[in-house]
């Protein structure tokens, strides 16, 4: 009888274990590949529809997982993008408004919860927040804003010289960083490039590149600000501001004056002294390729002796050409990235997201850099794969901002999202392209003025499917704009009375995000 017993408990004791065993396997979580550029426009994008450039290896995470079609920052300048996005909180919130103030490090943020709940955390490349990395096994950093070439980087706290180009440094770095990584562990790695930020200098393999094509002017190159003078006219961002030396690369024996303001024209003669510091970080393997293109181009430049719009549109140009050829080292750096994920078995179980820290422009209304709510630099470039979990081939029209990435990254690693982050996680999104009650709105605020470069007001806003409205809340003014009838925002229609109820129902949803966010600070 005991041996029948045997016979009819045994394999059900055995089998009790097996599903027990397997009822406690925990899925194992996603690594998280983030890489963020600086200035990264979507119309230098080709998955975006992009005549200028082509971008493979952008394209390629768009193809393998999901496009974002209006992704927004809340806060279009260098730093505080990058607070929003390590705290899922709004610049008034996480406290650092402008690139003048010092993020508080001790503060929660998404690597600090992931560290926590068991991830090795790695940050790589620009960090800009002046205050030292906290919640990363392994940081190297560039110290401010950081050079293209042989930069000074802080790793682990220690100053260390690379030389070579900044670009190629930090995709090396990240594949030194994926090689030691603990075997053991998930990993989120910010991958952070200072490319394409201003003053542009590529790398020598791409001089070439773009030599001889003539980029068409943007439809708005010659904006008159009719209807915005106040306030886009107001700006001094204008290609023409830009300066000789430091943005379009001639030394000072080629031109007689220095033509550019950038935020003041007494800081022509530092600027040229600035652009000299620069040129002289090359060493001089560097500056021989260095010279042997930009050389030409002084002596060309020299010799024709430009004025009014032939000299503007010779600096678009020249503008558009080191611009978009920083580019081409940012996506072969993806390139190299995705590879590696291939060849090493990783890339099934990671998410790898692309964009930049805001948008930017490229001759729309005659101007570079960021800063407005208006489209160009308020849009920032967003996709992203997970093949293990993210469909391949989606568009989505959905309003996602960079407040959303925090609590996206904690929802993958099954993290408990904290009540005061203030984005949406992005998961049903990516998994399915859909989800109930998502935002119709989204709230935008810009602080930095009178203090920094540009003269761009203080302004915050809202923005729907259709329409805009932004207050420069310093002088009063209202902004209106009817994004389907005019998408280049270049008709003020505040005042206009068949806008009317279209203005109250606006100014009653900037209340009701103003609230929603709690957001006082003006």
């Known amino acids: 009888m005991f041996k029948n017993l045997c016979n009819t408990f045994l394999p059900l004791f055995l089998i009790s274990i097996i599903f027990a065993g397997c009822s406690v396997k925990k899925e194992i979580p996603p690594n998280i590949l983030f890489i963020m550029s600086d200035d990264h426009a979507e119309q230098a994008i080709s998955c975006y529809g992009s005549k200028l450039i082509n971008t493979p290896n952008i394209d390629r995470i768009a193809n393998e997982g999901i496009r974002f079609t209006n992704s927004f920052v809340t806060n279009s300048i260098c730093g505080p993008s990058r607070a929003v996005l390590l705290t899922g909180k709004y610049s008034h919130l996480n406290g650092f408004r402008d690139n003048r103030d010092l993020f508080d490090s001790s503060q929660t943020t998404f690597p600090k919860l992931l560290q926590k709940a068991g991830y090795e955390t790695h940050v790589i490349g620009k960090w800009h927040l002046r205050s030292t990395p906290t919640g990363f096994d392994n940081w190297k950093i560039l110290k401010g804003q950081g050079q293209y070439y042989n930069p000074l980087f802080l790793e682990n706290g220690k100053e260390n010289i690379r030389t070579g180009y900044t670009t190629d440094i930090i995709t090396d770095l990240t594949i030194e960083a994926l090689e030691n990584r603990s075997k053991e562990k998930p990993f989120c790695m910010l991958i952070h490039h200072k490319a394409p930020h201003r003053n ?20 708005t190159f010659y ?11 107001h700006a001094d961002m204008r290609i023409d501001d830009m300066y000789l030396s430091f943005d379009l690369k001639l030394h000072k024996n080629y031109y007689d004056k220095e033509t550019g303001t950038g935020g003041n024209a007494k800081f022509a003669s530092k600027v040229e002294l600035n652009w000299l510091a620069i040129y002289n970080r090359m060493n001089a393997e560097q500056k021989k390729l260095w010279d042997g293109h930009y050389n030409k181009i002084n002596e060309e430049f020299k010799k024709a002796n430009l004025k009014g719009n032939k000299l503007l549109e010779w600096k678009y140009q020249q503008y558009m050409k080191d611009y978009l050829r920083c580019i081409l080292s940012v996506d072969e750096s993806i390139g190299r990235i995705l590879n590696y994920l291939d060849e090493n078995g990783l890339a099934k179980n990671t998410i790898v997201v692309y964009t930049s820290d805001q948008g930017f422009y490229l001759g729309e209304h005659g101007w570079y850099d960021k800063r407005f709510m208006y489209e160009e630099s308020h849009s920032m470039p967003l996709v992203i794969r997970y093949p293990k979990q993210i469909p391949s081939g989606q568009v989505s029209d959905l309003m996602a901002l960079n407040l959303d ?33 998502w935002r119709k709105s989204v709230y935008y605020h810009y602080y930095e003025y009178p203090h920094g470069w540009h003269k761009v007001k203080k302004h915050c806003g809202v923005r729907t499917e259709d329409h805009k409205l932004i207050h420069f809340y310093d002088d009063d003014i209202w902004e209106l704009y009817d994004l389907k009838k005019d998408p280049n925002e270049l008709k003020n229609i505040y005042t206009d009375p068949s806008y009317a109820d279209i203005n109250n129902d606006l100014k009653n949803e900037l209340s009701r995000l103003q609230k929603e966010y709690k957001d006082s600070s003006f």
């Open 200 to 219: 542009w200098m590529p790398n020598a393999k791409y001089f070439e590149e773009f030599e001889n094509i003539e980029f068409p002017l943007p439809e």
């Open 223 to 233: 904006d008159e600000y009719k209807t915005r003078e106040k306030t886009a006219g």
């Open 405 to 437: 990435f925090a609590p996206t990254f904690l929802d993958f690693a099954n993290v408990t999202i904290p009540n005061d982050v203030q984005g949406n996680s992005l998961r049903n999104i990516l998994e399915n392209n859909k989800t109930d009650n």
